[in-house]
């Protein structure tokens, strides 16, 4: 033990290992969705089904084959995003989630309701107050982030374009002490504050993972969304 010490092993998996903090990893082993873990809402003919045929990738398919179709994912567990109040008094000071995506006709993507990432209410759309969430910008169908604070927002966008949003990308949010990151294939893109200022409009919610695609009409209104992947995962040193 002596020579663990030493070079200080010990301590870093003491003080960075999360004990009893609840977390998410899903790489979708089973055949059909964990509904303790995972709930599905569809409108029309919006589907929400697991795939293997795209190996090696383990995924979920949210699927909208005709004009305002809509599939939702959204975890049942919430996990506590405050990066407005963690301090030296708070137990959690970090939320991670990160996840595997892709896009399949971005057209058809209502761009008014489409999201990624984290939410107060389960039912959140792009609109919705108090997300911390992917988007795509209607200008272009380019990525943005965007976080709202009780209707207050702030959108940046990524590096991402329109074309690139087909090919599979691992996304993330990370967010600490007065900041939320959006992270694109590990690459840090987009960070918001509140300070310095502007604030740039940071939620303190318990937020569920979330996950919404809908049809706007464009074209036969198909579109799909792929999700392999998933973490999410609170920290407590930062």
Excluded at 94 to 119: K, P, Q
Aim: net charge negative; hydrophobic share 45%.
């Amino acid at each position: 033990m002596s020579g663990i010490d030493e070079i200080g092993r010990l301590q870093y998996l003491i003080k960075n290992t999360s004990i009893g903090v609840p977390y998410l990893i899903e790489t979708w082993q089973a055949a059909a969705i964990d509904a303790t873990v995972w709930t599905t809402v569809l409108t029309a003919g919006g589907t929400v089904t697991r795939s293997i045929a795209e190996e090696p990738y383990q995924k979920v398919i949210l699927d909208c084959v005709a004009t305002n179709d809509a599939a939702r994912l959204h975890t049942i567990h919430e996990w506590q995003l405050a990066p407005g109040i963690w301090d030296a008094n708070t137990f959690n000071k970090l939320l991670i989630m990160e996840w595997e995506a892709r896009l399949v006709d971005v057209d058809d993507i209502d761009e008014d309701e489409f999201l990624m990432g984290l939410t107060q209410i389960p039912l959140a759309i792009r609109t919705t107050d108090d997300i911390a969430v992917f988007i795509l910008n209607p200008a272009a169908d380019a990525l943005h982030a965007l976080t709202d604070n009780g209707g207050a927002e702030t959108s940046t966008a990524t590096s991402l374009v329109a074309a690139d949003l087909t090919n599979w990308h691992k996304y993330g949010i990370v967010a600490y002490r007065n900041v939320i990151e959006f992270w694109v294939d590990e690459v840090m893109e987009v960070r918001h504050t509140t300070v310095p200022a502007p604030d740039e409009d940071l939620p303190d919610i318990n937020a569920h993972g979330n996950f919404l695609i809908t049809t706007d009409g464009a074209g036969v209104g198909a579109a799909e969304l792929h999700i392999a992947t998933i973490s999410i995962r609170p920290g407590v040193v930062l």
